[in-house]
C-alpha cells in the first residue's frame, strides 16, 4: 500500500487547506468573461470618466454649476426617491400577499407585475400618455378639469419612473419569503401577537436584504430611465427635465462635456448605492456555522 507523505498541518494542530489549481479552461473562461466585461462595461464607463476629468477641462464642475443641470438632477433624484418609497410599500405587500396567500388569479397577477420590465419604455410612455393625458385621456381628462396635471409635470415623471422600476423590490423579496417559510410567523401569532406585530418583528427583519437589493436596483433603474419620462414630461428645461434628458439636450447641443459629467454623475450614484448595500450586508460563513 502506498503511503502518502506528511500532511501540512497549522499552528493550531489543523490541516492545512490545498486550494486547487484552476485547469487551463478555467483559466481560458477567465479571461473571455473578464475581457466581455472589460469591453462592454469597463472601457465605456472608463472613457466617460476620461472625457469628464482627463481632457483639460473639469466638465463636472461646470456641468454642476449649471441651473439647469442642479435642476435636472434634483428632479431626477428627488422623482427616484418616491419610485423608491411608492415600489418598497407595493412589493413588500403584494410580495406577502404572493407567497402568503391564496386567490383566483394569483399566477396571472404574478405574471403581469413583470410587465414593465419586459415592454419597451417608450411603449410605457405612450401607455401613460394615452391614459393621463390632458387631451384625450381616460382619467387625464377629468383630472385635467378640476385641475390637476399629470402629463408633462412632475407628477408624470414620478408615475413614470414608478412604473418602469415596478416589480423589482417585489422580485427581490418573493424568493426570500419563500425561502423563510411561515413558520416564525405562525409561532408568534400562535403565542398572541397580532398582525402588525408578526410583520414588524418576524416578517421585515427576516427580509430586509432583500429589500436592501430591490431598493437599490430601483434607485438604479429610476435614476437612469429616459424614454417613458422623455414622453411624459416633455423635458421643459428648468421644468420637467431629468438628468438623462439633459444629456441628450447637451449632446445634441454639442456640449460634449457636459454631457458626459452628467453620465459620470448618474453612473456613480449607481455604483455607490451598490457598494453600500455590499459593505452593510452581514457576511456569511462559508462552513454554514
Known amino acids: 500500500m502506498a503511503e502518502h507523505g506528511p500532511t501540512a498541518m497549522t499552528p493550531a494542530g489543523e490541516p492545512v487547506r490545498r486550494r486547487r489549481p484552476v485547469p487551463t479552461w478555467g483559466l481560458v473562461r477567465l479571461v473571455v468573461v473578464v475581457t466581455y466585461l472589460f469591453l462592454l462595461v469597463g472601457w465605456p464607463l472608463a472613457m466617460i470618466v476620461q472625457r469628464t476629468f482627463f481632457d483639460g477641462n473639469n466638465h463636472l464642475v461646470s456641468a454642476l454649476g449649471d441651473p ?28 406577502i400577499l404572493l407567497v402568503r396567500h391564496e386567490f383566483p388569479g394569483k399566477r396571472l397577477l404574478s405574471s403581469f407585475m413583470d410587465l414593465p420590465v419586459s415592454v419597451s419604455p417608450i411603449i410605457v410612455g405612450l401607455a401613460l400618455l394615452l391614459a393621463y393625458g390632458p387631451a384625450h385621456g381616460w382619467l387625464g381628462r377629468p383630472l385635467a378639469e378640476i385641475g390637476v396635471s399629470v402629463v408633462f409635470s412632475y407628477t408624470g415623471i414620478v408615475l413614470a419612473v414608478t412604473f418602469v422600476s415596478l416589480p423589482l423590490v417585489l422580485r427581490a423579496v418573493v424568493p426570500v419569503l419563500q425561502e423563510i417559510g411561515d413558520d416564525q410567523e405562525l409561532a408568534a401569532r400562535s403565542l398572541g401577537a397580532s398582525g402588525r406585530q408578526t410583520l414588524w418583528r418576524i416578517t421585515l427583519p427576516a427580509i430586509k436584504w432583500a429589500v436592501a437589493y430591490g431598493v437599490v436596483l430601483t ?3 429610476a435614476i437612469g430611465e429616459f424614454g417613458a419620462v422623455l414622453i411624459v414630461s416633455g423635458g421643459i428645461v ?6 438623462t434628458i439633459a444629456v441628450q439636450r447637451l449632446h445634441q447641443g454639442f456640449d460634449t462635456g457636459g454631457a458626459y459629467a452628467i453620465g459620470f454623475l448618474l453612473a456613480l450614484i449607481a455604483v455607490a448605492a451598490l457598494v453600500i448595500v455590499m459593505i452593510l450586508r452581514p457576511k456569511e460563513d462559508p462552513r454554514g456555522d
Do not use: K, P, Y
Request: no cysteine.
Open 238 to 243: 428648468n421644468r420637467t427635465e431629468t438628468a
Open 219 to 221: 434607485f438604479a433603474r
Open 68 to 95: 439647469s443641470v442642479q435642476n435636472a438632477l434634483l428632479v431626477t433624484l428627488s422623482s427616484a426617491l418616491w419610485a423608491v418609497v411608492l415600489n418598497t410599500v407595493f412589493g413588500i405587500t403584494l410580495g
